[in-house]
């Protein structure tokens, strides 16, 4: 019987089954400030990835107990919606969801000035509306740019991306299928300014030589994200601009 040929998820050429090059982001698409009643928030969309970030705070924390006398606590509740997925996801906290609200948190602290509020909670929340690989990340960078919108000082913006290795090759910014069949998926988040990683996970096996270039890979997403995030930030601000020039010329 012949064998059955496996569709390869990297061809020969080293496009990936979606078109892109092995070192190229999915489109990116950001916005900052979309929700009234949050301090600060931003969307992201990072190829089918749709995910809203909102920032309560610097606010007293609820309870009360939890209060840190010198900083303020850092929070993060990051959650799928259970029409994320193709199969339907409860709505209650999975383990995942716990590990990944917690691997959030912890890519922040470096991050935020949080000397500058004791006694205060400064509250995180991630939806994701729909999931295809690389949701940390995603989530990292829009939660970044919603606590810059919330006004809360920040040392540097978080910019977040993951690498990986997909049918032998050191690929950037894996989808869901590159991350189900791939070899290897290696998600970080760094602060370019600063030269800081702030989250590094592993899955998978890959040689020290793949790592470093993986880790480069992920670093050099890292950099490209970041301007798209300043640039989200400025376009905030030049509307806000506009808008309040144009209530002065009403007047
Ligand atoms: P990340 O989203 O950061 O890559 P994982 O590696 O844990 O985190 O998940 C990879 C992808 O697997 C997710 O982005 C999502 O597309 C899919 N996924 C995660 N949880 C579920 C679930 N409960 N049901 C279906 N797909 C899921």
New binding site residues.
């Given amino acids: 019987m012949p064998k059955k040929k496996v569709k390869k998820v990297v061809n020969k050429e080293n496009i990936r089954h979606d078109g892109r090059k092995l070192s190229e982001l999915r489109p990116i698409k950001l916005e900052v400030g979309i929700l009234g009643n949050a301090d600060g928030s931003a969307y992201i969309e990072q190829g089918k990835?749709k995910i809203l970030a909102g920032v309560y705070g610097p606010k007293e924390v609820h309870p009360k107990h939890l209060a840190l006398p010198d900083r303020s606590r850092l929070r993060c509740r990051y959650h799928?919606a259970p029409f994320?997925?193709?199969?339907r996801?409860?709505p209650a906290p999975?383990r995942?969801d716990i590990e990944?609200s917690k691997v959030i948190r912890e890519a922040f602290e470096p991050s935020v000035f949080t000397e500058y509020y004791p006694k205060t909670s400064i509250d995180i929340f991630i939806e994701?509306l729909q999931?295809?690989?690389?949701?940390?990340?995603?989530?990292i960078t829009a939660a970044s740019l919603a606590l810059a919108d919330a006004g809360i000082p920040l040392r540097d913006l978080v910019s977040a991306c993951?690498a990986g290795k997909v049918d032998g090759r050191i690929v950037l910014d894996?989808?869901?299928k590159e991350?189900?069949e791939g070899e290897a998926?290696l998600?970080l988040a760094y602060m370019s300014n600063l030269n800081a990683i702030t989250l590094l996970q592993m899955?998978g096996m890959l040689t020290s030589e793949e790592f470093e270039q993986a880790i480069n890979l992920a670093l050099e997403g890292c950099n490209q994200i970041y301007q798209l995030q300043k640039e989200a930030l400025k376009a905030k601000y030049v509307e806000v601009k506009e808008t309040m020039n144009e209530g002065a010329d009403e007047q």
């Fill in positions: 990835n799928m994320s997925v193709q199969e996801k409860s999975s995942r990944l994701v999931a295809d690989g690389g949701t940390r990340c995603a989530s993951a894996l989808n869901d991350d189900k998926d998600p899955d």
